[in-house]
């Protein structure tokens, strides 16, 4: 079946412009994450979304971040005023559901690779 | 201390031979474990989770140690297909894992 996409696959922005980022995760997936890879570095959790509950934030680096998900389904991550350091792989995870205390497979989308000049 | 580290490596191997990483981890509340990998420029995928008594995937044997707070991977005969980072991943009580930095693993003929 289809696995998580993400678009776009490359997005070269100016420095100050605004950027929206687009997750499509698998069907009948609830849950849904975003993190941001910098060059040779681990995976930064940004933003959770679980369900209709109230998405857990706690990972957004600062007021610039921002992120919705239309329907428990498709999400968009936005960037307010881009920064050179918000250069970075922006990737999206989807799993089954994730209760608090349980850890679902995540299986994640291709990536957004941003650049901001 | 970081909460999960891994060497980053790289480690330089043979075609044919055994390798082993190991991540530890600082949250002795940590409840669960996994192997991602990561080839270059693509998204990490699920290697194998980690149990308490040890798991086996053919070529790939995971193992947990409580007490000293690591897991570890070891490969045996290593292919060229096995060239790429290995991203140790530990869960508290919580639905937001944390993964490690990553090992590189570069398979050479």
């Known amino acids: 079946g289809a696995g998580v996409s993400q678009s776009p696959s490359n997005k070269v922005t100016e420095k100050g412009k605004d950027v929206e980022l687009r997750c499509d995760p698998i069907s009948g997936h609830t849950a849904l994450y975003w993190y941001r890879q910098s060059l040779g570095q681990g995976l930064e959790f940004l933003i959770y979304?679980?369900?209709?509950?109230?998405?857990?934030k706690s990972g957004l680096p600062s007021d610039r971040f921002s992120a919705e998900r239309t329907g428990g389904s498709v999400s968009t991550l936005t960037i307010q005023r881009t920064q050179q350091e918000d250069s970075a792989v922006y990737l999206c995870?989807?799993?089954?559901?994730?209760?608090?205390?349980?850890?679902?497979?995540?299986?994640f989308g291709p990536g957004t690779r941003l650049l901001v000049l | 201390r970081k909460e999960v580290e891994q060497d980053p490596g790289p480690f330089n191997v043979p075609e044919g031979a055994t390798v082993a990483f190991n991540c530890t981890y600082s949250?002795?509340?940590?409840?669960?474990f996994f192997w991602y990998r990561q080839d270059c420029r693509k998204e990490p995928k699920l290697l194998m989770s980690?149990?308490?008594s040890g798991n086996e995937d053919g070529r790939f044997t995971a193992q947990l140690n409580r007490a000293s707070q690591y897991i570890s991977l070891l490969i045996r005969d290593s292919k060229l297909s096995d060239s790429a980072t290995y991203l140790c991943?530990?869960?508290?009580?919580?639905?937001?894992?944390?993964f490690g930095r990553g090992t590189s693993l570069i398979v050479h003929p």
């Open positions: 979304f679980q369900g209709n509950s109230a998405p857990d």
């Open positions: 991943v530990v869960n508290k009580r919580s639905y937001i894992p944390t």
């Open positions: 949250n002795s509340a940590s409840q669960s």
């Open positions: 980690v149990y308490s």
């Open positions: 995870a989807s799993s089954l559901s994730s209760p608090a205390g349980v850890y679902e497979t995540q299986y």
